[in-house]
């Protein structure tokens, strides 16, 4: 079974800085795909950025960018010119291309953006 | 452009009473369906999910069951709350664009079993 770990249960960033999210998975396959949500205060999952594994171009929109490190495993979050709207519970999930499309979550990330 | 809608957005109910969470999508035909479930300070635990009218799939055993009696209808149930029912609980769609399956959640509904 897939697992997903996200060890940073919290962070902090000065307004304007940047900051790193990580997350690392655990998968015996080889297609899939990973996505960062953000969920604000309100507790509406929001999703923030996507990866393709078979594509070695990170991906990035916006602010927000990945570092994907398919044999590492890791998929890091950098959020760039933080503004205090991006203040959030961060969460990894995995999806496999195979099956119901089920997401697999980690833990998440609290992020506090410091005026 | 799509939308979702879930309700109640807050519920309290007692042990052993009945459940009933609707959720609706707007916007799109034939979707994925799926329905999560949050626990305090942890990520989202699939529950249920459907791939069309009548076709549910559980995830977890638990007293809890879904229904989806029209296509862009997703219903959660339960027959007698326990108190380990209690979490946030949020009902998402995806439907096969580029076979990339991206969900998109709801506003959730949050559940107090006392």
């Known amino acids: 079974a897939q697992t997903v770990t996200q060890s940073q249960p919290e962070m902090s960033v000065q307004e304007a800085e940047t900051v790193t999210l990580s997350c690392t998975y655990d998968?015996?396959?080889?297609?899939?795909?990973l996505f960062w949500y953000k969920q604000p205060p309100s507790r509406q999952m929001i999703l923030v950025i996507r990866?393709?594994?078979?594509?070695?171009q990170n991906a990035t929109e916006n602010r927000f960018s990945v570092n994907f490190q398919k044999a590492a495993k890791s998929f890091s979050l950098k959020i760039s010119d933080s503004q205090l709207g991006d203040a959030a519970m961060y969460f990894c999930?995995?999806?496999?291309?195979?099956?119901?499309?089920?997401?697999?979550f980690g833990t998440g990330t609290r992020l506090t953006i410091i005026p | 452009s799509q939308t979702i809608h879930q309700w109640p957005a807050t519920l309290v109910q007692p042990v052993g009473s009945p459940l009933s969470l609707e959720c609706t999508v707007e916007?799109?035909?034939?979707?994925?369906l799926y329905w999560y479930r949050q626990a305090a300070g942890r990520g989202l635990q699939l529950l249920f999910y459907?791939?069309?009218?009548?076709?549910i799939s559980s995830e977890v055993p638990q007293n809890l069951s879904a229904s989806r009696p029209q296509d862009r209808q997703f219903i959660l149930s339960s027959k007698k709350l326990l108190l380990s029912d209690s979490g946030f609980y949020l009902c998402?769609?995806?439907?096969?664009?580029?076979?990339?399956?991206?969900?998109?959640f709801g506003p959730g509904t949050r559940l107090t079993v006392t």
């Open positions: 998402a769609w995806s439907v096969g664009l580029q076979a990339i399956y991206e969900q998109y």
């Open positions: 998968t015996s396959e080889s297609d899939y795909y």
């Open positions: 990866q393709e594994a078979y594509k070695q």
């Open positions: 999930a995995y999806r496999t291309n195979f099956g119901n499309e089920k997401l697999t």
């Open positions: 916007g799109t035909s034939n979707p994925n």
């Open positions: 459907s791939v069309g009218i009548g076709q």
